[in-house]
C-alpha cells in the first residue's frame, strides 16, 4: 500500500501562477521528501523536511509538515514552463526499527505550466 | 551527478525468460535500493542493500532477487520474467553523511512479451 497520497493527480498552470500540491501519508515519519521527474528521466530530490520541522523554503520551493493531520504540501512560487514534471512526496517511516533509508512514495502529480 | 549508471537501460524479453538489471555506482556508498514505476503506483521498493552481502525485501519483492557482492554493484535479478514485470526500474543511492534524500540512476525500461 502506498504510504504517501497526493493531489490533485494534475494540475495546468499557466507561467507565473503559484503551483500547489498535497501529500498525505500514514505511519509516523523521520522526514518528509519531495521529488521531480522530468519524463523519461530519474527522480531528483528538491527538498527535505524532518518530522520537528513545520515549514521550510529553498528557492521558489516552499514545503509545510502537520504531522498531526499527516499531510505536506509543496508550494511552486512564480511557475516557468522549465518547472513542466511530475512531482513526488517520499517518506521515511520511523515505524518498525531502523529505517535503512528505505523511503515510501506516493503517486505523483503531473504539473504542466504553460508559456 | 551520484555516479550511478543503470544497464541496460531498455530492454525486451518474452515470458520465462531470465533477466538482471545492474546498478552500478562509483562512490562506495553503503546503501543502495531498486524500485519499480508504474502508472497509478508512484514507486514501490523491491529490494534494498544495507552493505555488501547485506540485503532485504521491500514492499514488491515476489518474483525478484537481488545481489550485491561489491560495495558498486546492485543487481537485480527476475529469474522467469512476467509480463506483470513490465515497467520501468531505477537504482537508487543514500550517501553517507545525507540527511537522508536518494540520488536515482536514469532508469532501466523492461518490457516481457
Known amino acids: 500500500s502506498q504510504q504517501g497520497e497526493e493531489d490533485p493527480q494534475a494540475l495546468s498552470i499557466q507561467e507565473g501562477e503559484n503551483a500547489t500540491m498535497n501529500c498525505s501519508y500514514k505511519?509516523?515519519?523521520?522526514?518528509l521528501q519531495w521529488y521531480r521527474q522530468n519524463s523519461g528521466r530519474g527522480l531528483v530530490h528538491l527538498i527535505l523536511?524532518?518530522?520537528?520541522?513545520r515549514e521550510k523554503h529553498s528557492g521558489r520551493l516552499r514545503v509545510t509538515l502537520d504531522t498531526s493531520k499527516k499531510s505536506s504540501s509543496l508550494l511552486i512560487t512564480a511557475s516557468r514552463a522549465a518547472d513542466t514534471a511530475s512531482y513526488f512526496c517520499?517518506?521515511?517511516?520511523?515505524?518498525?526499527?531502523?529505517?535503512?533509508?528505505?523511503?515510501?512514495f506516493g503517486q505523483g502529480t503531473i504539473l504542466t505550466v504553460h508559456p | 551527478d551520484a555516479g550511478i549508471t543503470q544497464s541496460p537501460r531498455h530492454k525486451v524479453t518474452e515470458t520465462g525468460t531470465p533477466v538482471t538489471l545492474r546498478c552500478h555506482q562509483t562512490e562506495n556508498h553503503r546503501y543502495m535500493y531498486w524500485y519499480r514505476q508504474d502508472p497509478g503506483h508512484g514507486l514501490r521498493l523491491i529490494h534494498y542493500s544495507y552493505g555488501v552481502k547485506d540485503t532485504d525485501k521491500g514492499e514488491v519483492s515476489d518474483g525478484y532477487s537481488v545481489s550485491r557482492s561489491k560495495t558498486e554493484d546492485f543487481l537485480l535479478t527476475l529469474e522467469s520474467a512476467t509480463s506483470s514485470q513490465t515497467s520501468v526500474y531505477f537504482c537508487?543511492?543514500?550517501?553517507?553523511?545525507?540527511?537522508?534524500?536518494?540520488?536515482f540512476g536514469e532508469g532501466s525500461r523492461l518490457t516481457v512479451l
Open positions: 537508487a543511492i543514500r550517501r553517507q553523511g545525507a540527511t537522508g534524500e536518494l540520488f
Open positions: 523536511i524532518r518530522s520537528n520541522e
Open positions: 505511519t509516523s515519519i523521520n522526514n
Open positions: 517520499a517518506t521515511e517511516s520511523n515505524a518498525g526499527g531502523t529505517s535503512y533509508g528505505k523511503l515510501t
